[in-house]
Nanobody, 116 residues
Framework: QVQLVESGGGLVQAGGSLRLSCAAA????????IGWSRQAPGKPLREWVA????????NYIDSVKGRFTISRDNAKNTMYLQMMRLEPEDTAVYYC?????????WGQGTQVTVSS
């Protein structure tokens, strides 16, 4: 059974930083396409934020480029999202995900709230 468990969310002032973690069980992340999405309050859809592939390539939505960094620790089977210079517009529930062939697995989400 695949489980992705996020942690590290919370309340932070604008300009602050947070690091989200996503620990995986039942799936090995090192050879998977993995990433983070978010769903802002009142928005019906999740917004893709960042992803990284097995070769280490990364990609980010324009609004977070230069502020967010996605990474993985293969030894810990965990992925991270380092978020810096947070803005109120970053307030959302953040979800990690991992792909394995045709399957897409999601974590349960962690709330990030940025106050102005």
């Amino acid at each position: 059974q695949v489980q992705l468990v996020e942690s590290g969310g919370g309340l932070v002032q604008a300009g602050g930083s947070l690091r989200l973690s996503c620990a995986a069980a039942g799936i090995t992340l090192n050879d998977k396409l993995i990433g983070w999405s978010r769903q802002a309050p009142g928005k019906p859809l999740r917004e893709w934020v960042a992803l990284t592939g097995p070769t280490g390539n990364t990609n980010y939505i324009d609004s977070v480029k230069g502020r967010f960094t996605i990474s993985r620790d293969n030894a810990k089977n965990t992925m991270y999202l380092q978020m810096m210079r947070l803005e109120p517009e970053d307030t959302a529930v953040y979800y990690c995900y991992a792909t394995a062939g045709p399957n897409l697995y999601w974590g349960q989400g962690t709330q990030v709230t940025v106050s102005s």
